[in-house]
């Protein structure tokens, strides 16, 4: 069972909340972040994270059980980072976070996040860092996506800062996979992904999840090694 499904079972039933907070501080959560900077191993992390308000104006740091949880929110492409939820509680003592905020979720005061940490270090629990080379992995994709690649050629057609496209399958740790396209670009990515992705939306099927990555980025440069390409820019006269 994964941390989304223990997450409603413990909203829904209180007996199972011990067995929630167990698993979730022993898993990897998601942050919206600027500028995420990972040190040497096992140095501090240095994070920028952000921050938003509940409707009484107080102050707290959303976080996620899923990638799929974290746009859902955002509804917009963003800078993510993903981290042992313990190591994150350490990182945030004397601030509020919330858990799957405008969802099913939860939250968390500075004072439960302290008690949460006391308890762990009581039991020993060491916070496990997350390595994202280890954990995302890249296959072609397990079932035919000429809609989507037809779509997307289109539409890059009118798009001369976009030079080449590829596609693969990503996962991340136990995630819902979800089709990658990896596009050699310039300019600002969020200004290309978001229309692309709204095109997209009344054409993928149900249960296709998509997402989109630059191949200057260093995961996008990892991701085109099994990326099948399939869109190439066609020169005009002058460039020949």
Do not use: W
């Amino acid at each position: 069972m994964n941390l989304d499904e223990l997450l409603k079972e413990a909203i829904a039933d209180s007996s199972k909340r011990s067995l929630f907070l167990q698993t979730l501080i022993k898993s990897d959560v998601y942050l919206i972040c600027k500028n995420a900077l990972s040190k040497q191993e096992n140095a501090d992390i240095q994070l920028e994270l952000v921050t938003t308000q509940n409707p009484y104006g107080d102050i707290f740091i959303p976080f996620f059980t899923s990638y799929q949880a974290l746009r859902q929110f955002a509804g917009r492409y963003v800078d993510c980072y993903k981290i042992n939820c313990l190591r994150f509680f350490d990182l945030i003592q004397t601030t509020s976070a919330v858990l799957n905020p405008n969802s099913y979720g939860k939250e968390f005061s500075s004072q439960e996040i302290k008690t949460i940490l006391m308890i762990a270090k009581n039991q020993r629990i060491r916070a496990i860092s997350y390595n994202q080379n280890d954990r995302i992995t890249f296959r072609p994709c397990t079932h035919s996506v000429e809609h989507l690649k037809k779509a997307v050629s289109k539409f890059l057609e009118k798009q001369p800062n976009v030079e080449s496209a590829s596609v693969t399958e990503m996962t991340r740790g136990n995630d819902i996979p979800q089709i990658l396209f990896v596009l050699d670009m310039t300019g600002n990515t969020r200004n290309l992904f978001v229309p692309l992705s709204k095109y997209l939306s009344k054409i993928k099927k149900n249960g296709e999840h998509l997402s989109f990555i630059s191949s200057q980025q260093s995961i996008g440069k990892y991701a085109t090694e099994n990326a099948e390409l399939f869109y190439t820019r066609q020169k005009r006269f002058f460039e020949k």
